[in-house]
């Protein structure tokens, strides 16, 4: 199993210019998130998916759009990159909860993706 | 929502010494509290989480306790050794629709020889 992965890993971005960046996971989670970490103060939820076809914010989703067409992929789409917004994104995947299992709440992250907007 | 604050920002210790990070959350519905570790350029990873039912869980050389009244946890690492040496997470979700975490601002700790 690759676990998480995600694309690209580095990218720089002029002011104004658009990008998606690519999460895949394949351990059939159903919940996948995106955050951003910049020095200092730690890890940041932008957007969030229950499943296939659903998303919602986070704490910081201003800027940002996300999109899960299939299971195992979570999309994030800068539509009119900011210098504010140059930070190292993670995605993340795990379980949903509850079902009366014993399931683990544990979040896999991938990678990182680091963007510089210039 | 949520608000996790963190302390020390940086802790150095010396190796074979214990180091014990410090949590505290704002939302008494939150139930499931977990550590990660995240070396130099790396992604996060759980090293132990623990679920408010209990008040501590250990794991070989690493420990979570939770004080729910205090609404504080803190993670015990004993017997520090250099490869302890990274930036550790606390976090904090109720496991609800959605395990949104939030996150605490990192405590970097450092073990030298």
């Known amino acids: 199993n690759a676990g998480v992965t995600q694309t690209p890993k580095f990218r720089v971005l002029k002011t104004g210019q658009s990008m998606t960046l690519l999460c895949a996971q394949d351990?059939?989670?159903?919940?996948m998130y995106w955050y951003r970490q910049d020095p200092g103060m730690g890890l940041r939820l932008i957007h969030y998916?229950?499943?296939?076809?659903?998303?919602a914010k986070g704490e910081v989703p201003d800027g940002y759009n996300v999109s899960r067409l299939k299971k195992q992929n979570f999309l994030l789409g800068l539509e009119s990159a900011a210098p504010s917004q140059t930070s190292v994104y993670f995605c993340?995947?795990?379980?949903?909860?509850?079902?009366?299992?014993?399931?683990?709440?544990?979040?896999?992250f991938g990678p990182g993706t680091r963007l510089t907007v210039t | 929502g949520e608000n996790v604050e963190q302390h020390p920002s940086t802790l150095s210790v010396q190796e074979g010494d214990s180091a014990v990070i410090k949590c505290t959350y704002s939302?008494?519905?939150?139930?499931?509290f977990p550590w990660y570790k995240q070396e130099l350029g790396k992604r996060p990873q759980l090293i132990i989480d623990?679920?408010?039912?209990?008040g501590e869980k250990k794991d070989q050389r690493i420990a979570v306790t939770l004080n729910k009244t205090a609404k504080h946890f803190s993670l015990h690492i004993t017997e520090t050794q250099p490869e302890d040496s990274a930036v550790y997470f606390c976090a904090a979700s109720t496991t609800g629709t959605a395990s949104k975490l939030t996150f605490g601002t990192g405590t970097r700790l450092q073990v030298t020889l």
């Open positions: 351990m059939n989670h159903e919940y």
């Open positions: 939302d008494s519905a939150s139930n499931y």
């Open positions: 623990i679920r408010s039912n209990v």
């Open positions: 993340a995947s795990s379980y949903s909860p509850g079902g009366g299992t014993s399931r683990t709440y544990e979040q896999y």
């Open positions: 998916s229950v499943g296939e076809g659903t998303t």
